[in-house]
């Protein structure tokens, strides 16, 4: 069984600078394609960035192209997501999933087997 735990969120204003970690344990990280997701209140839980288990392979949501940018330290069981020029409409519990193989629909967060508890992001205007 894998376990998620995310850090790195917080209150930041308009245009600031966050990076979010997520640390996995109970399996093989190496093994696992790992995504990031959003869920802002009174909104569906939506895709922000995945990673193939090697990195080699990253995907964004439009909005976020250019700002944000997904790695993973697979000797360190840990996942990043370095958040630039935040802006306030992404305030919402960022959450990090877990799969086993890579999918091609890996902007359904139904395909993700794992999840972490989330950590609030707060961008103030």
């Known amino acids: 069984q894998v376990q998620l735990v995310e850090s790195g969120g917080g209150l930041v204003q308009a245009g600031g600078s966050l990076r979010l970690s997520c640390v996995a344990s109970?399996?093989?990280?190496?093994?696992?394609?790992m995504g990031w997701f959003r869920q802002a209140p009174g909104k569906e839980r939506e895709f922000v960035a995945t990673?193939?288990?090697?990195?080699?392979?990253?995907y964004y949501r439009d909005s976020v192209k250019g700002r944000f940018t997904i790695s993973r330290d697979n000797t360190k069981n840990t996942m990043y997501l370095q958040m630039n020029s935040l802006k306030p409409e992404e305030t919402a519990v960022y959450y990090c999933?877990?799969?086993?193989?890579?999918?091609?629909?890996?902007?359904?967060?139904?395909?993700?087997?794992?999840w972490g508890q989330g950590t609030q992001v707060t961008v103030s205007s």
């Open positions: 990673s193939s288990w090697s990195g080699d392979n990253t």
């Open positions: 109970g399996g093989t990280f190496s093994r696992y394609t």
């Open positions: 999933a877990a799969r086993q193989f890579w999918s091609p629909n890996y902007y359904l967060s139904g395909v993700y087997n794992y």
